[in-house]
């Protein structure tokens, strides 16, 4: 007896041969996935950081599509009320400095608040001026969620108990090369040995 699919002119077409096809397909299928994920990966960086956001930083200066151009950069997206992830990568982040030596000075990073209503520009110098090269990022809220769509990011108002509220948030550092081309992003609580070893690439240009 043959199954749906298994004749051939009324002809019983071999099961194994069925398999074969079914084989063949799959791994046609795995080929031009294969072939086809890069150019969908390059697409997916090349929109990383893409849109009209105007911000102002602690520094003085302005964070735009354009200002990710000219150094590399680490775009790191949180806010000065966060328990943990926050104060935590930003003391990774002394770790790379460290580990990276002179070539620290070449990465300049961007902490760009997701709650602006209460993140002034003051709170972040106070929040990030302790961190070489690094800039606290805020602005209208209009203009934070445009910057938080151009990043893909992740950001959303929890209420708490007491009648306050926190932000969930993605908690991944955006790496940038002195292009304003998205690089690698580098995980929360990454390896640090690997964290450097993709800074130092992206400063190297490979």
Not at 7 to 31: D, E, K, M, Q, Y
Not at 42 to 50: C, E, Q
Not at 163 to 186: K, Q, R, W
Request: hydrophobic share 40%.
């Amino acid at each position: 007896m043959t199954g749906p699919g298994d004749t051939n002119g009324g002809r019983a077409v071999p099961r194994p041969l069925v398999w074969a096809l079914g084989a063949s397909v799959l791994a046609l299928l795995g080929l031009l996935a294969a072939l086809l994920w890069p150019l969908l990966t390059n697409k997916i960086a090349d929109d990383f950081g893409r849109g009209d956001y105007r911000l102002e930083t602690t520094l003085g200066g302005e964070f735009s599509q354009a200002a990710l151009k000219g150094q590399a950069s680490a775009v790191f997206f949180g806010f000065t009320h966060c328990p943990d992830v926050c104060p935590t990568t930003l003391g990774e982040m002394t770790v790379w400095q460290d580990a990276l030596g002179e070539q620290a000075k070449d990465l300049r990073i961007f902490f760009v608040t997701v709650d602006p209503e209460r993140d002034t520009l003051d709170q972040l110098r106070d929040y990030v001026g302790w961190l070489p090269n690094a800039a606290g990022v805020s602005g209208p809220r209009s203009e934070i969620d445009k910057a938080i769509a151009a990043f893909h990011i992740y950001a959303r108002k929890v209420p708490t108990s007491d009648g306050s509220y926190t932000m969930d948030h993605s908690a991944y550092v955006l790496l940038f090369d002195a292009n304003g081309h998205f690089f690698e992003p580098i995980g929360y609580q990454e390896d640090p040995e690997r964290a450097v070893e993709k800074i130092r690439r992206m400063l190297k240009g490979t």
